[in-house]
């Protein structure tokens, strides 16, 4: 047994569970970033919520003073005050909920560019083709016959590791 051989074979398996490693880690990092972003998705949600209950308040109160004042407006001055209060409190609320929309979708695109480099990623990781039980048979057979390693690799037109690997595992060589 070769220890240089060896040795690029762990070399290669411990470089393969160091890319599996760091992209577990990426995952992760990228997870807990999206865990925090919803937060901040919620603390608005839940501010636009305070705010809609306060906008409710005040239209009750707004009720409250057009019945009181009802006897001095009448019902075109009141359909006005009516019309500018609820503009005025759902202005905000809906800059609120576009400036949320945008923030959403935002996020929605930045997940997908994630999610697909991501699998980029992992499609470029490839191991090694496996040599095939045939070929396994002809190198078996061409390096009994005594031809070299490098020829055997060129006719079956398969890396010369490949060649060497077979033989180790075969307890040939």
Do not use: C, W
Request: charged letters at 25%; proline letters at 2%.
């Amino acid at each position: 047994m070769n220890y240089g051989e060896f040795f690029n074979i762990d070399y290669i398996v411990v470089a393969m569970a160091a890319m599996i490693v760091y992209l577990l880690y990426y995952v992760f990092t990228k997870d807990a970033e999206f865990h925090k972003n919803i937060h901040s998705i919620a603390s608005v949600v839940e501010e636009l919520n305070r705010d809609i209950f306060y906008l409710k308040k005040e239209l009750g109160n707004t009720k409250k003073d057009i019945k009181d004042n009802n006897n001095r407006m009448s019902d075109e001055n009141i359909y006005e005050e009516v019309e500018r209060t609820v503009y005025d409190m759902l202005n905000p609320l809906s800059n609120g909920l576009k400036n949320l929309e945008q923030t959403i979708y935002t996020l929605d695109e930045q997940m997908s560019s994630r999610i697909s480099s991501l699998e980029n990623g992992v499609k470029q990781i490839s191991i090694p083709t496996s040599v095939h039980g045939n070929d396994d048979e002809k190198i078996i057979s061409l390096f009994k016959q005594g031809v070299p390693l490098e020829t055997i690799s060129k006719e079956l037109h398969i890396s010369q590791a490949e060649v060497e690997f077979v033989l180790k595992i075969n307890k040939i060589k």
